[in-house]
């Protein structure tokens, strides 16, 4: 019609607005929208980092909003409850923060399965953490530290 890159003529214009050539307008809009937002929203849960899709992500949030607040180690125990220990080095981190040694040395257990498979690489603070629980007085918590440094 115009791909010689003329001006459409009233008729093809017409013609183009019956057969859905033109964008949608108001609510048929926001129908289309609010379809793409959800489509979208659907596609992210598929693709998400955080184990457990959606549901983990909303779980890891929880667990960010509470890192350093007295409601973290309630936080981090409904997380592992739900989804199971965290892997990643970030969240890992934060559960290290919550002061609570049970979670500490399961976050410890699974870092150091992760190490095995050679899936994990210590850098940053996750490594400095690892570093001082392994000066900790705690024996449990220092055996597991120092083998994760090695």
């Known amino acids: 019609m115009a791909d010689d890159e003329r001006k459409l003529t009233y008729s ?3 013609r183009m607005r019956r057969e859905g050539g033109r964008p949608a307008k108001g609510r048929a ?3 289309e929208a609010q379809a793409s937002k959800a489509a ?3 596609a992210d849960a598929l693709f998400t980092d955080e184990a457990g899709g959606e549901e983990g992500k909303a779980f890891a949030d929880a667990v960010r909003e ?3 607040t007295p409601e973290l180690p309630a936080a981090c125990r ?7 220990v965290p892997t990643s080095p970030e969240l890992a981190s934060i559960f290290l923060d919550a002061g609570d040694k049970a979670l500490s040395i399961e976050v410890l257990d699974a870092l150091l399965r992760s190490k095995d498979e050679e899936a994990l690489v210590l850098e940053g603070g996750l490594k400095r953490q690892i570093r001082l629980l392994s000066e900790d007085f705690d024996d449990d918590l220092a055996s ?3 083998d994760l440094l090695e």
């Open 12 to 14: 093809e214009r017409d």
């Open 29 to 31: 809009a926001r129908d």
């Open 40 to 42: 979208l929203a659907a």
């Open 66 to 68: 509470a890192h350093g």
């Open 78 to 84: 409904a997380y592992v409850e739900a989804i199971g």
């Open 144 to 146: 597991r530290a120092e």
